[in-house]
């Protein structure tokens, strides 16, 4: 129905407003001058539906039916959004699957039952890990295969022995944290708009991190040094971490901060910082460092 569509986009864990569009006899259309950065978009319509597209195409079209939005959804020059959907329409199925027999393994009193519900649920699960590796093989160069390898599980091995013969220690925890990152494309600044890279660095340095200055600036620098591949994720990273740890609320996380601005800003490696706000940034770490915990 004629009304206004919003194009939003995703960001350092938020949504943010990139254009609006007038809905005319069911038609609409968003247009610039300007290439739009790729990542994942959404296009909210009235009433708080949305649904997301892909962004690295920059012309393409599609066709819905507002009362199903994924299941009707056509696209028209655009590889990486057929993919896309491809790949959402079968995990709805899957999940139309799995919901039911998850809701009657929490109510079975039955053990026997129980079991043979829990082989279901792992056979669906299967089917899934399956088919996203035919869908990485079919679709190697479309943007959604990189998403979807940065949100795929490490696989971890098998707990090795130490030398008395008992499993290592916290093995399967090291190991994770240690290959957290082998699936996510540095490379590629689209990551930046998509949710995937924020919630995995919050992760990495909120959930996987001791909350402890010393160890938060080597988590940081081993990212750092991941995001050199690319000069807009290095500078959203090193941005985000200064920021982040500079208005830290828990005592001592200031020394992230002086870390930050000791390894980075001071020898002239965050050349986007305008040199009055650079200087103001090394004076206040000059003025904490000395009063350190």
């Known amino acids: 129905q004629d009304s206004s569509v919003m194009l939003a986009y995703y960001f350092g864990g938020k ?168 699936n996510m494309d540095f490379s590629d600044e689209r990551m930046l708009r998509t949710p995937i890279f924020f919630n995995k660095m919050e992760q990495y340095l909120e959930k996987l991190t001791p909350k402890h200055p010393d160890s938060i600036s080597v988590s940081a620098d081993i990212l750092v040094e991941k995001a050199r591949k690319n000069k807009e994720i290095f500078q959203y990273v090193v941005s985000y971490i200064t920021s982040t740890y500079e208005r830290s609320k828990i005592m001592g996380m200031d020394a992230v901060f002086v870390h930050m601005v000791e390894k980075y800003y001071i020898n002239g490696e965050c050349d986007w910082v305008k040199e009055k706000q650079l200087k103001k940034i090394i004076e206040r770490a000059n003025r904490i460092s000395p009063n350190m915990i």
Request: cysteine-free.
């Open 15 to 182: 949504q943010y407003a990139k254009d609006t569009t007038d809905i005319v006899n069911g038609k609409l259309v968003f247009s610039g001058k300007k290439n739009l950065d790729g990542g994942i978009y959404l296009l909210v319509l009235p009433e708080g539906k949305y649904f997301e597209l892909i962004v690295s195409e920059q012309y393409f079209s599609f066709s819905t039916d507002v009362n199903n939005l994924i299941t009707e959804m056509k696209f028209t020059n655009s590889r990486e959004n057929t993919a896309f959907y491809e790949y959402l329409n079968y995990i709805s199925e899957k999940q139309k699957e799995v919901t039911p027999l998850k809701e009657r393994e929490t109510k079975e009193t039955s053990q026997d039952e129980k079991e043979k519900l829990k082989k279901q649920i792992l056979k669906v699960d299967e089917d899934v890990r399956a088919y996203r590796d035919v869908f990485n093989n079919k679709y190697k160069d479309v943007f959604f295969s990189k998403i979807i390898r940065a949100t795929t599980d490490i696989e971890i091995p098998e707990t090795p022995l130490d030398s008395t013969g008992k499993p290592k220690e916290n093995f399967q925890f090291y190991y994770y944290k240690k290959h957290f990152w082998d």
